[in-house]
């Protein structure tokens, strides 16, 4: 007899019933890590008197046995990875190529402790950056996490309303979309169960929470400034690979405290190291030619990356709509979908187009310029046309 997968439960990865990716209730760090949380509230003015470096030499060892529950570690791994970032970028000309122990030992632990690649990632930067600007903490996450006048990030290059937008406008959408994990995991398992199932109302949740993601994006047209993203917050998120015009021709050296160092060349921080989209595309059949998203898998949590793995298994809802030809409902319903998660790709290329492109050849001025590459390297409009234009369904005729 033919073994089933087992239906991954999202619990058991991180990832929460209500939010998603997104962790219901960042927490503070205990009293005992003070030095770095100072340190980071301070960044943006540290960063202005170009003086976090001399800050972050000064700083004591602190040990991580202190960090109790997930939570402080999301938090240590968003501000050491914050701290890491400006330590190696304070000076745009003159970028350091060593990390000292201080803060380049205990990243080395919170990142071994995730599973990920030692550098400020997605997770970092939008998904574990967020917190609630009332005194009184976020009694309902989800609400909360629906308003940007709301949300306030922890960590900060420039302390601006800009870069707040830039990290947590791709938070708000996670955490919009959340409740399709559960809901498609449910109808494969009905579906696996053999049990009788409306699947053409999943497919219509499906289509309105996309149109909603969508609708999320005019917080971040609003809110950043493209000339400002590009000059002044994208250039605090590079990474140490494929950096050697940038001053980095042999990644970053992080130090440890016994004399012993590791040298790291990883991508920036980049959304398409996100682990939802990759689960929405399995589950909806939707595949991509480009191994690119495959690479950004070390740059995931451990856990995420083992519940896309978990998930992959499983056969898509595009598996069963194929399975049913003669119904035409469930046929348009599943094309209406597909057509909303393709909008929402054509509204991500329209950003890129207005936060990257434009301001790229608008510093150019005329002169000859190489296309800008995105955070995590890809050159980012035709590969995510490409994206786009594999969101596609044809329905059985
Ligand atoms: C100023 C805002 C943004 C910029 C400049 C930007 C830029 C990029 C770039 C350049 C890539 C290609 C990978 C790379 O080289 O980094 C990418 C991929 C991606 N971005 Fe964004 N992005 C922005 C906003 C968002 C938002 C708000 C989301 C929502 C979650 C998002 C989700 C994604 C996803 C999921 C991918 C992977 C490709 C895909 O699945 O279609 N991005 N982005």
Redesign the pocket.
């Known amino acids: 007899m033919l073994t089933r997968p087992p239906l991954p439960n999202p619990e058991e990865y991180d990832i929460d019933i209500e939010t998603g990716f997104v962790p219901p209730n960042p927490t503070e760090l205990p009293a005992y890590y003070a030095p770095w949380c100072n340190l980071v509230s301070d960044l943006p003015s540290l960063l202005q008197s170009k003086t976090l470096r001399a800050k972050v030499d000064d700083l004591a060892s602190l040990q991580i046995d202190q960090l109790n529950l997930q939570e402080h570690w999301q938090r240590a791994y968003v501000i050491l990875g914050f701290l890491t970032q400006a330590y190696v970028w304070q000076e745009k000309e003159n970028p350091s190529a060593i990390v000292p122990a201080s803060i380049g030992e205990p990243f080395l632990k919170v990142c071994e402790h995730f599973g990920t690649a030692p550098v400020l990632s997605y997770a970092g930067g939008?998904l574990w950056n967020w917190t609630s600007v009332a005194p009184g903490g976020h009694a309902n996450p989800l609400e909360t996490l629906g308003n940007f006048q709301a949300l306030k990030s922890v960590a900060s290059f420039t302390g601006t309303r800009d870069e707040d937008a830039?990290n947590l406008?791709?938070t708000m959408?996670?955490a919009r979309g959340a409740r399709l994990v559960q809901l498609l995991l449910n109808a494969i398992r009905d579906s696996q169960n053999g049990e009788q199932q409306d699947l053409v109302s999943v497919l219509d949740i499906c289509a309105r929470t996309f149109s909603e993601?969508a609708g999320?994006?005019p917080n971040?047209h609003d809110n950043?400034d493209?000339m400002f993203?590009f000059s002044e917050i994208?250039r605090m998120l590079a990474g140490s690979a494929g950096a050697e015009l940038k001053g980095l021709p042999d990644g970053v050296t992080f130090q440890r405290s016994n004399g012993h160092h590791e040298v790291v060349r990883c991508?920036?921080a980049?959304?398409?190291q996100?682990a939802?989209?990759?689960f929405l595309?399995h589950l909806l059949g939707v595949r991509h030619e480009s191994k690119?998203?495959l690479e950004?898998r070390a740059y995931m949590p451990k856990k995420h990356r083992e519940f896309l793995e978990a998930v992959e298994l499983l056969p898509s809802l595009r598996d069963l709509v194929h399975d049913q030809p003669q119904d035409a409902a469930l046929q348009t319903a599943f094309q209406l979908a597909i057509d909303a998660f393709k909008h929402w790709?054509t509204k991500?290329v329209v950003?890129?187009s207005?936060?990257?492109s434009q301001p790229s050849k608008a510093q150019a001025n005329g002169k000859p310029m190489v296309e800008a590459?995105?955070?995590?390297?890809?050159l980012?409009i035709p590969?995510?046309k490409q994206?786009?234009d594999e969101t596609t369904f044809t329905p059985t005729p």
């Open positions: 939008s830039f406008v791709p959408i996670e993601m999320l994006l971040l950043c493209p993203f994208r991508v920036g980049s959304a398409g996100s939802f989209f990759p595309d690119f998203l950004m790709r991500h950003v890129v207005r936060y990257v590459k995105g955070t995590a390297g890809s980012p590969f995510l994206y786009r």
